[in-house]
């Protein structure tokens, strides 16, 4: 395949899940005639039909308690909520029925439901529409949670995400969007893989969606100064790939945890207390944390004071490797 | 739903104001009723129902063998049997009437309380008990009967069930749904919601309203200031209100529901007028916020005391028959107590069991570590 941009690949992706299991179907507002908001389902209908990929009534609720309904009918959903600020309406599906199905059902039913929700900020949006609410999902047991850092890996895992029998929620960082890169010819990872994707020897990134990019570009800084970083991509968040993760770190000795969600009860304290439990001692410092503020997401005028950029992560590398 | 009452509608519900009233409901002559409270048959000519004396003793005998369960089951939650039970007592007929408009390929979707549509559709009622024992969240298999598992979040279920009635279509098929909720879940956001996919998409999903006039402490006037099944008109299809303590007329408007949704006709919304004679759940006492007085009137409006004045009146069932009856009841209670009393508690692992379709590590690692804890006590103190 040939270089695409993320949204391109996620829309090749879905392409060869309607393609190849007359089950899917892609449920949304806007998805078929618009393509989409961000274009991501672009021309699908045309070529699918109004049965498979459906514009359904603006109701997240109803999007998600339907798509249930499909899925116990046999159906694979792929339902795509408009911006991450709109999925709280269909939050008490997700978690109160979505999630806990299989369970509850011993196991005699399934939920093959995939939720793509473009997610994270940085495009100068207006407010509900660059929220970072990944440890929402990944409190929730019976999800899984993932986001690809990459077009390789968008379409790739958005495969993979489809093809499995459990719900997974499908985070695109919508900042990336528009990166271009070469797709494989066939998937190198599991979906719940970690990677490491730039060597180092003296601390390790943890990032994942959106800030894989910032911290290769802050290694790449660091490597100025002397510093060989090591950045690991997570891309998935339920479950964590932790023996990857804590090999980086045994092997660094030290790690900064980076997401824009904000800091306070984020991904971050997790992997924090997970990695100090399996890394004690093999830790050079205490496993540090750069993150969104605990307020509001702001308006777009002072998101880049929000969010992580180059030189906060920057600076908590700097504060890591002085201890 | 513990939403408090608005000072508005508190006053609209005084006490001693007849239901009528109360509700803000219109005459009964828009309940569409066949059977009479005294066990005389009436005719409507929009609802045709022949109906066997054979069937009508099978009807008959739902209604006593289900009420005979349900009161099993508030009798073991006294005892300690079970932690909760939310009776159907004075909704058989709405439920038994409903369950057998059903045929084997449609798929009803359950609020908490529908005992007796789950005894229709042949589900063991030892399975229903399992959750209010606390063994399980419902655990059969929803597609053995085509019975959803007991859904206990206000309303959800109509949802799926208009998913699962889109997904028919999209089959070809030529089944129906019914989604059963109350009074209290026509003010939930996804239940209306469900009539709007319900509607946009023509579903093959029939809505079932149980208006039992309460929803716990809240009686209908906080729901709604129409009669509900007018809620429909505003959606784009029709909306009846049947008399929902006689099992002919729930039989009979259900089966029509049924037909025009499997023939294309889109959804209907059911209100069955009916009464929780009960409590909402074991742990609600109702003496609280409704009058004796209100209780007492609708027991004249029995469902099972009046198909049985019918049967008797018409002669078309004798002693030996309700004898019969009774006798099966019997032997259904003691069933069930004994069933009951013998259902295992799950081995603790069952925690960890079916969380995820496919292996999750977090899960396999946790289990690991609670076997691991749970064996270091073995043979310790």
Request: aromatic letters at 8%; glycine letters at 8%.
């Amino acid at each position: 395949m040939s270089k695409l941009t993320m949204s391109k690949a996620i829309n090749e992706g879905l392409r060869k899940c309607l393609e190849t299991d007359p089950k899917t179907v892609i449920m949304g507002e806007d998805v078929g005639k618009l393509g989409g908001v961000f274009r991501v389902t672009d021309g699908l209908q045309k070529d699918f039909g109004e049965d498979r990929v459906i514009d359904t009534p603006l109701a997240e609720s109803g999007i998600m308690g339907t798509a249930i309904g499909l899925a116990l009918r046999g159906y694979r959903p792929i339902v795509e909520i408009q911006f991450d600020g709109f999925v709280y309406p269909a939050f008490d599906q997700i978690v109160t029925q979505l999630a806990k199905m299989h369970a509850r059902a011993l196991g005699h039913v399934k939920m093959p439901v995939t939720v793509r929700i473009p997610y994270a900020g940085g495009i100068g949006a207006v407010e509900h529409h660059s929220e970072s609410h990944e440890a929402y999902f990944a409190h929730t047991a019976g999800l899984r949670v993932v986001t690809p850092s990459n077009p390789d890996d968008a379409y790739w895992m958005l495969r993979q995400s489809v093809e499995s029998d459990d719900p997974v929620i499908f985070l695109e960082p919508k900042a990336r969007y528009w990166d271009k890169a070469e797709i494989s010819a066939a998937p190198v990872l599991d979906l719940h893989a970690a990677k490491v994707v730039r060597p180092g020897t003296d601390l390790t990134l943890l990032a994942y969606g959106p800030m894989v990019k910032t911290c290769l570009e802050a290694a790449a800084v660091a490597e100025q100064d002397g510093h060989r970083i090591e950045v690991v991509d997570l891309r998935s968040l339920s479950p964590v790939d932790f023996a990857t993760l804590a090999e980086s770190v045994k092997r660094t000795g030290r790690a900064v945890v980076v997401h824009e969600a904000p800091v306070f009860m984020g991904m971050g304290a997790e992997l924090a207390a997970r990695l100090t439990e399996q890394c004690f001692y093999h830790l050079e410092a205490p496993i540090l944390r750069v993150g969104g503020y605990f307020a509001p997401y702001p308006p777009s005028r002072v998101e880049e004071q929000f969010l992580p950029d180059l030189d906060r992560v920057l600076d908590a590398v700097d504060r890591a490797l002085a201890f | 739903m513990t939403v408090k009452s608005t000072s508005r509608a508190r006053k609209k519900a005084a006490p001693g104001v007849p239901d009528s009233a109360r509700t803000g409901q219109d005459a009964p002559a828009e309940l569409v009723q066949l059977l009479t409270p005294e066990g005389d048959r009436v005719e409507n000519p929009e609802f045709p129902l022949t109906v066997s004396p054979e069937e009508l003793r099978a009807l008959y005998r739902d209604l006593v063998l289900v009420r005979r369960f349900d009161g099993e089951a508030t009798a073991l939650q006294r005892q300690g049997e079970l932690g909760l039970w939310a009776s159907l007592l004075g909704q058989e007929a709405a439920q038994v009437g409903s369950g057998r408009a059903m045929r084997e390929g449609d798929y009803a979707f359950p609020t908490y309380r529908e005992h007796g549509v789950a005894w229709c559709r042949g589900v063991d009622p030892l399975n229903l008990l399992g959750m209010f024992r606390g063994v399980n969240h419902g655990g059969w298999d929803p597609n053995e009967k085509n019975f959803h598992l007991y859904t206990i979040v206000i309303g959800s279920q109509t949802l799926h069930a208009t998913g699962y009635a889109m997904g028919i279509t999209k089959d070809g098929a030529e089944d129906a749904v019914i989604a059963y909720f109350g009074d209290g879940a026509s003010s939930q956001g996804d239940v209306n919601e469900a009539f709007t996919f319900a509607s946009v998409y023509n579903a093959p999903v029939v809505f079932f309203c149980q208006n039992n006039q309460w929803a716990i402490s809240e009686p209908t006037v906080n729901q709604t200031k129409i009669p509900l099944y007018r809620r429909a008109s505003g959606f784009g299809f029709p909306g009846v209100r049947v008399d929902g303590n006689d099992v002919l007329a729930c039989l009979a408007v259900t089966r029509w529901a049924l037909d025009r949704a499997r023939n294309g006709g889109g959804p209907v919304l059911i209100e069955a007028f009916t009464y929780r004679m009960g409590a909402h759940t074991t742990s609600d006492d109702p003496t609280r916020y409704r009058s004796a007085e209100e209780t007492e009137a609708w027991k004249a409006k029995d469902p099972i005391a009046r198909l049985r004045a019918h049967l008797e009146k018409e002669g078309l069932a004798d002693e030996e028959f309700f004898a019969a009856v009774d006798t099966e009841s019997e032997a259904l209670g003691l069933r069930v107590r004994e069933g009951v009393r013998s259902m295992p508690d799950p081995d603790p692992t069952l925690i960890f069991d079916h969380v995820y379709a496919e292996p999750h590590a977090l899960v396999e690692e946790e289990r690991a570590e609670y076997v691991a804890y749970a064996q270091s006590f073995e043979g310790g103190e």
